[in-house]
């Protein structure tokens, strides 16, 4: 089963390669295959916490983020936010399908100024982009 926090939910949506470190990288190339995966369908824990791509970050601490001072709680203010945006419980157990179905009802791409405010990736464009090509696909898909 694999543990993802909550921002890192949409993130997978608009993941191009760019990351903190070659193995955040990878990791992440590897989350994110399995999700856009339609073939495949898992369960995943849904957290605010570290998950599975943040243990290959170069910023993990044990516990936390430690990016810098503030980061843990920025991160965990956007998993909060999405959490609460995708009507989600921290720590719950969800279907990949069902947490991209409720991603595509629920998340416009201007969304993301609000839920990922502050989140140094959101300025690429690339986000907003992934979550209007999934909302694009699941239209054409019905």
């Not at 856009?36 to 898992?42: C, G, L, P, S, T």
């Not at 991160?75 to 947490?99: A, C, F, T």
């Not at 090509?133 to 898909?141: I, P, R």
Request: hydrophobic letters at 35%.
């Amino acid at each position: 089963m694999r543990t993802l926090r909550g921002h890192h939910l949409l993130c997978v949506h608009g993941f191009r390669g760019m990351g903190y470190s070659e193995a955040f990288v990878a990791k992440m190339k590897e989350i994110v295959a399995d999700i856009r995966d339609a073939r495949k369908d898992f369960p995943i824990r849904v957290i605010a916490a570290l998950d599975d791509a943040c243990f290959a970050c170069p910023h993990h601490g044990k516990e936390t983020c430690e990016a810098d001072e503030e980061s843990n709680d920025h991160v965990l203010s956007m998993d909060r936010r999405v959490l609460q945006h995708l009507g989600l419980k921290e720590n719950g157990i969800y279907m990949k399908s069902e947490l991209i179905e409720r991603t595509v009802k629920s998340v416009q791409p201007q969304d993301l100024d609000i839920l990922c405010q502050g989140c140094s990736w959101l300025s690429y464009g690339v986000c907003k982009e992934g979550i209007a090509k999934l909302k694009n696909f699941s239209d054409n898909d019905s």
